[in-house]
């Protein structure tokens, strides 16, 4: 069963930059799929990256492309997310998510088998 523990949250001033990363455990990585996904209070999930098994493929919300830069390292277990350009309107609780076969998360988190518990990120205005 695979675990994923979220890292690297925090306040930033907009226009700042964070680094999020999620940390597997409990079973290889490597042939899963990755994403990340957020959430504030009274809106649904939104996809906002995801990158396929083998990491030549990556998609992003409308909302972050060109900002944010997801990466996999299934050597250390690790997903990261880069997230530069930071706006208001990207405060969230942030989820990792895992899949068991290649799954766009920013379409549909249907297929979604593994989530982390989430952190916070903040951006002041």
């Known amino acids: 069963q695979l675990q994923l523990v979220e890292s690297g949250g925090g306040l930033v001033q907009s226009g700042g930059s964070l680094r999020l990363s999620c940390e597997a455990s409990g079973d290889t990585l490597e042939y899963h799929s990755v994403g990340w996904s957020r959430q504030t209070p009274g809106k649904e999930h939104e996809g906002v990256s995801c990158i396929s098994v083998s990491g030549g493929n990556t998609n992003y919300a409308d909302s972050v492309k060109g900002r944010f830069t997801i990466s996999r390292d299934d050597a250390k277990r690790t997903v990261s997310l880069e997230m530069n350009n930071l706006k208001p309107e990207d405060t969230a609780v942030y989820y990792c998510?895992?899949?068991?076969?290649?799954?766009?998360?920013?379409?549909?988190?249907?297929?979604?088998?593994?989530w982390g518990q989430g952190t916070q990120v903040t951006v002041s205005s």
């Open positions: 998510a895992a899949a068991r076969t290649n799954t766009d998360f920013v379409t549909s988190e249907s297929r979604i088998d593994f």
